[in-house]
């Protein structure tokens, strides 16, 4: 099993930039893939991003363009770039670790805590 910790959230106005940090307590490199997610009050949670032990990554319709998913192997961590912020973009983000995939599909069973990120207008 792998931990997850979120960090790197916090409040900017619209247009801003934000990067968030996703810390693994063991070796990323063997972890099929990664990604984060995001739930705003009063909504069910999404996925942002995703990557790939292949590095190849996915993205929301929503993001796309404007957050960036990458990983640094050395340091067991996971980041998310976001620029060009929105108000709509404010929610919580949650980091998760899928060490294993069944059917071509990552199963996603580790958690973070998740990290706060508020956008303002």
Do not use: H
């Amino acid at each position: 099993q792998v931990q997850v910790v979120e960090s790197g959230g916090g409040s900017v106005q619209a247009g801003g930039s934000l990067r968030l940090s996703c810390a693994a307590s063991r070796s990323i490199f063997s972890i099929n893939a990664m990604a984060w997610y995001r739930q705003a009050p009063g909504k069910q949670r999404e996925l942002v991003a995703t990557i790939r032990s292949g590095d190849s990554t996915n993205y929301a319709d929503s993001v796309k363009g404007r957050f960036t998913i990458s990983r640094d192997s050395t340091k067991n961590t996971v980041y998310l770039q976001m620029n060009s912020l929105k108000p709509e973009d404010t929610a919580v983000y949650y980091c998760a670790a899928a060490p294993t995939v069944v059917a071509g599909t990552p199963l996603f069973t580790s958690w973070g805590q998740g990290t706060q990120v508020t956008v303002s207008s």
